[in-house]
């Protein structure tokens, strides 16, 4: 997990030149969101890459959990309590999904990293 942690670090740091910290964490829940649609839209050829966009996305979410439960964040509680929820059900769904993977339940995880991308950039 401290690739993805030095990653997404690294991806802050070039990209806060350019884009807020919030513009970043929407970008990259896109990011997750598109790489698991693919895999629905086109399940026949891109079921194998399964495993890796769920462990992605995982990943991704953890880092959120990371920030979310920070001393410093100043974030209000019932956000924070929301957010940790989410990522619970996140958490929960993914294990469900590569116990049993199937395309019809991967859209939720868009869904919600859809939603929440829109909602880091005030649509």
């Known amino acids: 997990m401290q690739s993805g942690f030095n990653a997404y670090a690294a991806a802050s740091k070039t ?4 884009q807020s910290p919030r513009e970043l964490e929407a970008g990259l829940l896109l990011k ?3 790489r698991l649609q693919m895999i629905v839209d086109d399940w026949a050829v891109r079921s194998g890459d399964l495993d890796a966009a769920l462990a992605y996305n995982r990943k991704l979410w953890t880092l959120l959990v990371s920030a ?3 001393e410093d964040n100043p974030l209000p509680v019932e956000i924070k309590r929301n957010i940790l929820g989410l990522a619970n059900f996140i958490f929960n769904r993914t294990f469900q999904i ?6 019809a339940a991967i ?3 868009v869904s919600i990293n859809r939603d929440i991308a829109a909602g880091l950039r005030g649509r």
């Open 68 to 70: 979310v439960i920070a």
């Open 15 to 18: 990209a806060q030149n350019v």
């Open 32 to 34: 997750a969101g598109a």
């Open 98 to 103: 590569a116990a049993a993977p199937e395309p």
């Open 107 to 109: 859209g939720i995880l």
